[in-house]
């Protein structure tokens, strides 16, 4: 199929042209013709898919079709963080851009009295974070009863982050009837589900990835370590090969993304720390300086594991591995995107082994083993594994259960 069969409009198809989609990915060939015929939608779709415009692209076509000034927004699109929301805006913009329509970016980190200001111009649509929208709203300095279409991105995450109860705040402020969809990585489970009752109406359901599945296009591989010298020679290594043009490390917490961000700045390497407590200015800044060039290597922690969308991340890398397998997909779904091909690797010490466990057993599939020539590990992972097998028995003797010893050998020869 493509972006032509779509019956989409010209100029977003010249957008489109611009943006250089070749063809449309399943997510968007599946859901754009849903919400086009104007009906709800469930869709299900891993990171990395192209869900942002297959949802961007009908809301587009819908204010095309039907044109209104009324100076209010009509289309309203919630994101559970702010990277995401800019991400979304970005979309909206690169789409929009032979279009004139309004579009308000409301999120934390930023001055509400601004936002308040923003929201008293006319609006086509508006690009939120709940929290932030909710709070302009009580001071009643939002107008939401003219929404005639709302779409909900990474739904699971918002739940995760008890965001439901807000989000059904704001539903309750738009009056009339509104075309609803909801997006979400994994529809299983039923939180996702009940959510989703109480949102859509009659909803089409397009499920286009398991859960547990991650993109085709990102090469995957473990690395084993002996210890952290170790781990930092092999990510010097990996970094250092004229194949790396642009990577992000991920580690687990900010203080281990600071050590390496300093680690890697004392080897002559471009790198840059990114991490939840900058204010969204500094995060924007560090952005940009990363997907323009200028800074090489993004040492982050999850925060910018759902919101960076980049098409020229060539390398995803875990320092740290993750401790759940969908934060696995989503930190490597930070490449590999748009038909390119990504590399995820992933710096595996021993304490890291049960990690690794967990994200297999996730992706139900073993990742495979490579080595650096010079660099290749002390140990192997099979015996790692049944060595720490092992150390997890527990004793069969205490000082309080000593005593017992003979009757528990009787009860075995019986």
């Known amino acids: 199929m493509t972006f032509e069969e779509l019956d989409l409009d010209d100029v977003l198809l010249d957008a489109i042209e611009q943006q250089k989609y070749h063809k449309p990915t399943p997510v968007q060939e599946a859901a754009i013709p849903i919400l086009m015929e104007r009906h709800d939608l469930l869709a299900g779709a891993a990171t990395g898919t192209g869900k942002t415009a297959a949802f961007v692209l009908p809301v587009l076509q819908f204010l095309l079709d039907e044109p209104q000034r009324s100076n209010q927004p009509r289309v309203l699109l919630l994101a559970p963080t702010r990277e995401l929301a800019f991400q979304i805006h970005k979309v909206v913009k690169q789409l929009?851009?032979?279009?004139d329509f309004p579009t308000a970016i409301i999120t934390g980190g930023f001055k509400m009295s601004q936002q308040i200001e923003t929201l008293r111009k006319p609006c086509d649509i508006i690009v939120a974070t709940p929290g932030r929208l909710a709070k302009i709203m009580e001071e009643d300095a939002v107008n939401l009863s003219d929404i005639e279409m709302l779409i909900i991105d990474e739904a699971d995450r918002m739940l995760d982050m008890g965001q439901g109860p807000t989000v059904r705040a704001l539903i309750e402020a738009i009056p009339g009837d509104f075309q609803a969809g909801l997006f979400s990585a994994t529809l299983s489970g039923s939180g996702v589900a009940k959510f989703a009752d109480e949102v859509l109406?009659?909803?089409e359901v397009?499920?286009?990835?398991a859960p547990n599945q991650q993109s085709v296009q990102v090469q995957q591989a473990v690395y084993l370590a002996n210890?952290?010298?170790h781990k930092q020679a092999i990510l010097t290594s990996l970094l250092s090969d004229p194949s790396c043009q642009s990577a992000i490390v991920f580690c687990n917490k900010k203080e281990r993304a600071i050590e390496v961000t300093d680690y890697l700045q004392s080897q002559n390497l471009s790198a840059q720390v990114l991490h939840g407590d900058f204010i969204q200015a500094v995060r924007l800044e560090k952005m940009q300086k990363f997907q323009s060039g200028k800074i090489k290597i993004l040492v982050a922690t999850d925060v910018a594991a759902r919101g960076l969308d980049m098409l020229n991340i060539t390398h995803v890398i875990n320092y740290d591995m993750p401790f759940r397998g969908d934060m696995y997909?989503?930190?490597?779904?930070?490449?590999?995107?748009?038909?390119?091909?990504?590399?995820?690797?992933?710096?595996?010490?021993?304490?890291?082994?049960p990690n690794l466990e967990r994200v297999e057993y996730h992706l139900q599939q073993k990742l495979p083993e490579a080595k650096i020539a010079g660099l290749e590990p002390n140990f192997k992972m099979k015996d790692a594994l049944k060595k720490a097998t092992t150390k997890k028995k527990p004793k069969k003797s205490?000082?309080?259960?000593?005593?017992k010893?003979?009757?528990?050998?009787?009860?075995?020869?019986q």
Not at 329 to 352: F, K, L, M, P, Y
């Open 405 to 413: 010893t003979p009757a528990k050998k009787a009860k075995k020869k």
């Open 329 to 353: 997909i989503h930190r490597i779904g930070r490449t590999g995107r748009a038909q390119q091909v990504g590399v995820a690797i992933n710096i595996v010490e021993r304490h890291d082994l």
């Open 398 to 403: 205490t000082k309080k259960s000593a005593k």
């Open 96 to 99: 929009s851009t032979n279009c």
């Open 227 to 229: 210890d952290k010298a």
């Open 201 to 203: 109406d009659n909803p």
């Open 206 to 209: 397009v499920q286009i990835d």
